[in-house]
């Protein structure tokens, strides 16, 4: 079985937890295509698909929300997961929810099988400057939140639903 796992990333968190989840969906016997979305993947020729996108100013990437609304058709007939990550999903007053997946979900094309916020990680050496200031001004605390054997189980527990 074929699994496209199309991620957005603007400073590399979404693309580690990508990987990782990749790992764990291999581990299960899938075959997983990992891509970037500005590579412009085609979902077509998968069986489902695992879409993950970073989290900026509350809102999904622009590139997945746009690769999401160019392949609605195609994902609308399969099985899709989706995760987001965010510095902010560590803030356990969120409960693991998180506005701009809600928001990006709300008017998706495919009603997914599976959804997850992921803490990824708040580094200033990569975030651009305008960013910078919003993040510092707000008090955004720093560091990296990833866990990545959180993001390995969930790929496990995914597997049996994108196998439908």
């Known amino acids: 079985m074929s699994v496209l796992l199309a991620y957005a990333t603007h400073s590399g968190a979404t693309r580690t937890i990508a990987e990782t989840l990749a790992g764990a969906l291999r581990a299960e016997g899938l075959t997983v295509e990992l891509v970037d979305v500005e590579e412009g993947p085609d979902p077509s020729g998968h069986d489902a ?18 690769w999401a609304k160019t392949h609605s058709a195609v994902l609308s007939e399969m099985p899709v997961a989706f995760f987001s990550c ?3 999903a560590a803030d356990p007053a969120k409960a693991g ?3 701009a997946t809600d928001t990006f979900l709300a008017g998706a094309a495919f009603t997914p099988v599976a959804v997850r916020n992921f803490p ?18 707000m008090r955004t605390p720093t560091g990296d939140f990833r866990d990545l054997a959180a993001v390995e189980a969930w790929g496990h527990e995914i597997a049996p639903l994108l196998r439908g």
């Not at 879409?51 to 929300?65: P, Q």
């Not at 990824?120 to 001004?137: F, N, Q, Y």
């Open 120 to 137: 990824g990680w708040v580094l200033m050496d990569r975030i651009p400057l305008h960013e910078r200031v919003l993040l510092t001004s």
């Open 49 to 66: 698909v695992v879409l993950g996108s970073g989290v900026r100013v509350e809102s999904v990437e622009k590139s997945a929300a746009t």
């Open 86 to 88: 965010s510095g902010s």
């Open 97 to 99: 929810r998180q506005k």
